[in-house]
């Protein structure tokens, strides 16, 4: 069955790549995919054997069977001649491809398009038990489950996902979602509801009236930071499409002071918000809504200038904040976002510095091994490591943590180490794409030579045709 879909998936990139005369091959050599070989030869990949496997024994428990805890569970089913794993999961549909929200939220894709059953995508190796965990006992090497309680492990991956706070903006909760022209792209439904919001939206511009669309960047760290800016180039498209664009004002008011953390990406971005006249204000945190009389109210901080210092021979500058109501038709919201409540309180989350307002899970950032319990790993969205809650930094953790798991086990020191590698696949407009590819070094690392600020087509291409396969059929199953 998984094979049938693969195929189906590669007839739609064929015709897509036959349009602009490509060839599969060609295209995943552009894209930079290359070694995506299960997208060359589907029914060759899935009948690879194992290799060498090792013979370690322990009980590894996974929490969280979304990205990342599928990959590497279907990675160690590999790597161990004899795997003892129990995945603890409570959703039927983890392995979802949350990066298609986005799509579904402008009309790209619909819901139905990025739903995967994770019962297609565990490893039959390993046992499923649906249930959540809901508390964390590293000291006695368990978990507590809501049903099934006490589960015992000699290894444990955490691998949570974070956790979406929609009630900690004041008169939001995830139920009004969806009404009152307030959209948000952060979950599956969140996102099948946003599309005929954003339609009113454009239809109400095409009709005359003038309206405002309103796109909000909470002051936590979120997964995909480029989800926010992508929903509202989708609206752009979506009222130039209609040819509405000009009785429309839309405006992104993010909390932090830039566009993107990397320079020279922050840079092509004011320059693509300016060329399509889209308006930015920064340092503006969303702290409450009035949803009945469609008004944002933010909280605004800046520097005022305060007395002379004669030591420094400058002015002291006072940080400020102040209340900015905003009224809106349409309106996207990012909410703030933290580690799972389970996870937060328990003792493997960050104990000190700043990454413990979140609650995420301490980690050494380069061998993604708990910092106090060598016997725990951790990845994902949940790690509490600098940037990278995406689904390509997934993608390249799992592989180390997987490997640096089995060196524990057979007593060695992890061996593997991850670089920091995150990417943002940019939607600029309906068919272009800018790829941020990045790392810990905060700059550009483009996967392939071409230069990673422009927008292009081909990353279109890359973005929604060829991720979702790579993602369910290469990282899924722990082979890309
Ligand atoms: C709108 C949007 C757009 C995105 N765009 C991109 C993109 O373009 N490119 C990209 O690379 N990434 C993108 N991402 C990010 C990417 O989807 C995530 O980074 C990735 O899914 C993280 O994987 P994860 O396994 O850590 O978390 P998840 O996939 O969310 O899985 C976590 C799982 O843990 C389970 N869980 C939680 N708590 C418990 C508990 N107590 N007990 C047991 N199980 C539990 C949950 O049910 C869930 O299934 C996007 C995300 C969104 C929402």
Redesign the pocket.
Known sequence: MINENVDLLCEQLDKELCKRGLSRRDALKLAGVGTASFLLNPSEASAATKAVASDVKGKIVI???????CSIASLLVKKLSNPNITI????AT?VSY??G??LIGAGVWQKEDILGQSQDFFPSEAKWMQ????EFDPDKNRVITAQNGEVKYDFLVV????QLNYDKIDGLSRDIIGSNGIGS??FADG?AKTWPLMQKFVSEAKSGKKVEGVFTHPNTPI??G??PKKIMYLTNARLVEAKARDNATLTFYPNGGKMFGVPEYHEAIVKQFEARDMKWHYKHNLVAVDPGKKIATFDHSYLVKGEWDPDLEEFDMIPQVKQVKVPFDFMHVTPPMSA?D?VKKSPLAWQRGSASKGGWVELKKETLQHTRYANVFG????AGIPMG??????RKQYTVAAQNLVDVMSGKAPTQKYGGYT???LITDIGTVMLAEFDWSKKPTPSFPLDPTKERWIWWIL?VYMLKPMYFYGMLKGRA
């Open positions: 929490v969280g069977g979304g990205a990342a805890g603890i999961e409570p959703n983890s949350q990066p929200q986005t249930d959540s965990v809901i691998a949570t996902g974070l792209v952060y996102a997964k995909c480029g989800a799972p389970a990845l994902g969205d949940v809650k995406t689904g390509g930094s997934v990417v943002c696949p973005k």
